[in-house]
């Protein structure tokens, strides 16, 4: 299939200027994959790939000395890059593949542009432009990309038992673009003969590494509708090979006709729930982030979802189905799956080979609390209990708030209407409290350092003491949040275990 593309698609200086040097050189190059795309679709890219019939590192070369570019290159993949008036072009020579069936790492040789489109994972990222003088423009389609793009679907050039075994990244890839791609006004679907590939090929995932597999879930996760890949994963099998916890979270169990909650479903709510209301605080600028750059704390308008929030609501729940107990008189209970939860994190994302920072240390922080403010939703909101709140999240207070209210499901709407009623009066108070204590970000006025010197000890658990209880003062109100105040008070303490000023 070839017509040529007079949308404007090509108009950037960048796409001339190679297909100058590339005629000096005597080579054919082409753009390739995602930018075609995404051209067709309407949305905006920066990330261009330029396959050459060739050397793509020499025409990258060529190209950065003619625009006055840095160019990195990457001798292990064949790969070069630059940065243009605001893109990034990567260059590739024209390649063929072959792979061997315990790995994923394929045989490359030298090859022409048919060569490289069959080794393409789906027909709509195998369509080309031609850059080439005398067709430029002309869209090298051997496949019917464009027609898939048309239809929504995604499908595999070769035969997709071939495509997969290969590479069984391609599998999770796939179900990534039904999820990138999938607007309210286009589905996006996986073909049937695919889907069944998918299954029969889950146990080459065995062979793929976890930072390969977690790049693409990170990348599922912050999509509009994070659902519709978790939903694939877990129809294909490909769900127990990656984070089986989660697949067990499927099923209702009914005694003496009672049912719980359908937790599976109930978390893939609670994920669609927080992308919608983290992109529409991200709209409206009112969510925050906190990094350090030269050692101090940085306050930052976020502007792109935060993916270790979306693993928060997919693992809010995790332990659910190890926590749950039937009770005659209260039916189905999940007493301390927030604590048990909390407690798996570390494993899991050990076994995922994902960090074990303070990112860990953030999911692990949610996914621990994010009953708390659930709990003030339906009872009397006091201050001391909003301070202990905002003390025990810090920084991390909104994101929390964003995933309890996501997690506010019923299929009983009045029951909904009422929760979130109730929600914002706690959103209320919290915003008072803060603004009137400053507990947030809040520190002992008093130090181990303080306490020692003025009663003239040692280290001893007495100072732990001491300090335990001008904090929880601070907290349930007793006393301001000042050092004045808190001074005051662990001299009253301090008195009653026999402890007086050394000055």
């Given at each position: 299939m070839s017509a040529?593309?007079?949308?404007?698609?090509?108009?950037?200086?960048?796409?001339?200027?190679?297909?100058?040097?590339?005629?000096?050189?005597?080579?054919?190059?082409?753009?390739?994959?995602?930018?075609?795309?995404?051209?067709?679709?309407?949305?905006?890219?920066?990330?261009?790939?330029?396959?050459?019939?060739?050397?793509?590192?020499?025409?990258?070369?060529?190209?950065?000395?003619?625009?006055?570019?840095?160019?990195?290159?990457?001798?292990?993949?064949?790969?070069?890059?630059?940065?243009?008036?605001?893109?990034?072009?990567?260059?590739?020579?024209?390649?063929?593949?072959?792979?061997r069936r315990d790995?994923?790492?394929?045989?490359?040789?030298?090859?022409?542009?048919?060569?490289?489109?069959?080794?393409?994972?789906?027909?709509?990222?195998?369509?080309?432009?031609?850059?080439?003088?005398?067709?430029?423009?002309?869209?090298?389609?051997?496949?019917?990309?464009?027609?898939?793009?048309?239809?929504?679907?995604?499908?595999?050039?070769?035969?997709?038992?071939?495509?997969?075994?290969?590479?069984?990244?391609?599998?999770?890839?796939?179900?990534?673009?039904?999820?990138?791609?999938?607007?309210?006004?286009?589905?996006?679907?996986?073909?049937?003969?695919?889907?069944?590939?998918?299954?029969?090929?889950?146990?080459?995932?065995?062979?793929?590494?976890?930072?390969?597999?977690?790049?693409?879930?990170?990348?599922?996760?912050?999509?509009?509708?994070?659902?519709?890949?978790?939903?694939?994963?877990?129809?294909?099998?490909?769900?127990?090979?990656?984070?089986?916890?989660?697949?067990?979270?499927?099923?209702?169990?009914?005694?003496?006709?009672?049912?719980?909650?359908?937790?599976?479903?109930?978390?893939?709510?609670?994920?669609?729930?927080?992308?919608?209301?983290?992109?529409?605080?991200?709209?409206?600028?009112?969510?925050?982030?906190?990094?350090?750059?030269?050692?101090?704390?940085?306050?930052?308008?976020?502007?792109?979802?935060?993916?270790?929030?979306?693993?928060?609501?997919?693992?809010?729940?995790?332990?659910?189905?190890?926590?749950?107990?039937?009770?005659?008189?209260?039916?189905?209970?999940?007493?301390?799956?927030?604590?048990?939860?909390?407690?798996?994190?570390?494993?899991?994302?050990?076994?995922?080979?994902?960090?074990?920072?303070?990112?860990?240390?953030?999911?692990?922080?949610?996914?621990?609390?994010?009953?708390?403010?659930?709990?003030?939703?339906?009872?009397?909101?006091?201050?001391?209990?909003?301070?202990?709140?905002?003390?025990d999240a810090g920084?991390?207070?909104?994101?929390?708030?964003?995933?309890?209210?996501?997690?506010?499901?019923?299929?009983?709407?009045?029951?909904?209407?009422?929760?979130?009623?109730?929600?914002?009066?706690?959103?209320?108070?919290?915003?008072?409290?803060?603004?009137?204590?400053?507990?947030?970000?809040?520190?002992?006025?008093?130090?181990?350092?303080?306490?020692?010197?003025?009663?003239?000890?040692?280290?001893?658990?007495?100072?732990?003491?001491?300090?335990?209880?001008?904090?929880?003062?601070?907290?349930?109100?007793?006393?301001?949040?000042?050092?004045?105040?808190?001074?005051?008070?662990?001299?009253?303490?301090?008195?009653?275990?026999?402890?007086?000023?050394?000055?």
């Open positions: 040529t593309i007079t949308q404007g698609f090509l108009d950037h200086e960048v796409f001339r200027i190679v297909s100058e040097v590339a005629a000096e050189k005597g080579v054919r190059a082409f753009v390739i994959g995602g930018y075609v795309r995404d051209c067709f679709l309407g949305r905006d890219s920066k990330d261009i790939d330029i396959v050459v019939e060739g050397s793509g590192i020499e025409l990258a070369e060529a190209v950065g000395a003619k625009v006055h570019s840095n160019v990195s290159v990457f001798k292990n993949f064949g790969t070069a890059m630059l940065r243009f008036k605001g893109i990034e072009v990567e260059f590739v020579g024209a390649r063929k593949e072959s792979y790995s994923r790492k394929p045989i490359v040789e030298d090859g022409t542009l048919e060569d490289d489109q069959l080794r393409r994972d789906f027909t709509i990222n195998a369509m080309a432009f031609s850059l080439q003088k005398e067709d430029f423009g002309a869209l090298v389609d051997p496949f019917g990309g464009i027609r898939d793009l048309a239809a929504g679907i995604i499908r595999t050039p070769l035969d997709p038992d071939t495509t997969y075994s290969d590479d069984p990244l391609r599998m999770v890839r796939a179900i990534r673009f039904a999820t990138k791609l999938t607007t309210p006004d286009q589905t996006f679907t996986i073909v049937p003969e695919s889907l069944e590939s998918i299954r029969r090929n889950s146990r080459r995932m065995e062979i793929l590494s976890k930072e390969r597999i977690v790049e693409e879930l990170n990348k599922i996760l912050v999509t509009p509708k994070p659902s519709i890949g978790f939903r694939l994963l877990d129809e294909t099998g490909l769900m127990d090979w990656i984070l089986p916890q989660l697949s067990k979270l499927k099923g209702v169990e009914t005694v003496e006709g009672k049912g719980h909650k359908e937790n599976f479903s109930h978390t893939l709510e609670v994920l669609d729930n927080v992308a919608a209301l983290e992109m529409e605080a991200i709209a409206e600028g009112c969510l925050k982030d906190y990094v350090f750059e030269d050692g101090e704390e940085v306050e930052k308008v976020r502007t792109e979802p935060n993916v270790w929030l979306r693993w928060a609501a997919l693992l809010h729940d995790i332990a659910k189905p190890s926590t749950k107990r039937y009770d005659p008189t209260l039916g189905w209970t999940f007493h301390g799956h927030e604590v048990v939860g909390a407690r798996w994190i570390p494993k899991i994302f050990q076994g995922l080979k994902m960090p074990l920072n303070e990112k860990m240390k953030y999911v692990q922080k949610l996914v621990n609390l994010h009953l708390r403010p659930i709990a003030l939703v339906t009872e009397e909101v006091t201050d001391s209990a909003v301070r202990r709140l905002l003390f920084n991390d207070i909104d994101d929390l708030m964003l995933l309890c209210h996501a997690d506010i499901t019923s299929k009983n709407p009045r029951k909904v209407a009422r929760l979130h009623a109730n929600f914002e009066l706690v959103k209320t108070k919290l915003a008072e409290v803060e603004a009137k204590d400053a507990i947030r970000n809040f520190k002992n006025p008093i130090t181990g350092d303080y306490v020692m010197e003025l009663f003239g000890i040692e280290p001893c658990n007495i100072i732990g003491q001491l300090k335990e209880q001008v904090k929880n003062a601070i907290l349930d109100g007793v006393i301001e949040n000042s050092f004045e105040a808190a001074d005051a008070f662990m001299r009253e303490r301090a008195a009653e275990m026999g402890l007086h000023p050394v000055r």
